[in-house]
């Protein structure tokens, strides 16, 4: 068994980024906005109602506020910690049941559920530029991690390579990850 020292000794640096998709992404959050002022028009043209109209525009707009805010992500030993207005939110590793690895960016779920509305459980994370640094933070914490493809070297592979991979496509969804402190890891890819 390795000591706590040794097992940090091997722990990735910390990650930290901005976010802002209004400045880093400007013609595709416009669209964004462009798209929810024709669905607030299509709600009003159906309805007959500007209020319906303008609660659509809300609660697309409540339902998409991360485009327009910018947000400081941290991703290291304590787990992820979100800055938003000078006021941070750690999420502690113990409270991370499944990274999600996407396209563009990670979903940290609290818990195993894999249910359809599962990705309004999680807390998505833009990585931008920081991908390999992230992956690598990810895969060193992670007690379960979900992949798009097979696991290449740097997208949850070489730190666990020897996990066992699970279907969560299966009838029966995975068993939770293993308990706080061990370092077996669960890879699920899907395909």
């Keep these: 068994m390795t000591s706590s020292s040794q097992t940090h000794s091997h722990a990735p640096p910390p990650v930290v980024w901005r976010s802002w998709p209004l400045r880093d992404e400007p013609a595709a959050t416009w669209l964004t906005a462009a798209v929810m002022v024709v669905l607030a028009g299509g709600v009003i043209a159906a309805t ?24 400081e992500y941290h991703l290291g030993a304590r787990g992820l910690r979100q800055t938003l207005f000078g006021r941070s939110r750690l999420i502690a590793w113990s409270q991370i049941r499944v990274v999600e690895v996407r396209r563009c960016g990670i979903l940290v779920y609290p818990d195993a559920y894999f249910g359809p509305l599962r990705a309004m459980r999680g807390v ?60 077996e890891r669960n890879i699920i890819i899907r395909s």
Excluded: C, N, Q
Aim: charged share 20%; aromatic share 10%; proline share 10%.
């Design 124 to 183: 998505y994370v833009p990585w931008r530029d920081h991908r390999e640094g992230a992956l690598r933070v990810v895969e060193f914490y992670a007690s379960t991690i979900l992949v798009d493809h097979e696991p290449t070297a740097g997208t949850a592979g070489a730190a666990a390579s020897d996990a066992p991979i699970l279907d969560d496509t299966a009838e029966h969804p995975p068993a939770p990850p293993a308990k706080e402190g061990s370092t």
């Design 48 to 71: 007959g109602s500007g209020w319906l109209g303008l609660f659509a525009v809300l609660a697309i707009g409540l339902a998409m506020w991360r485009l327009f805010v910018p947000i």
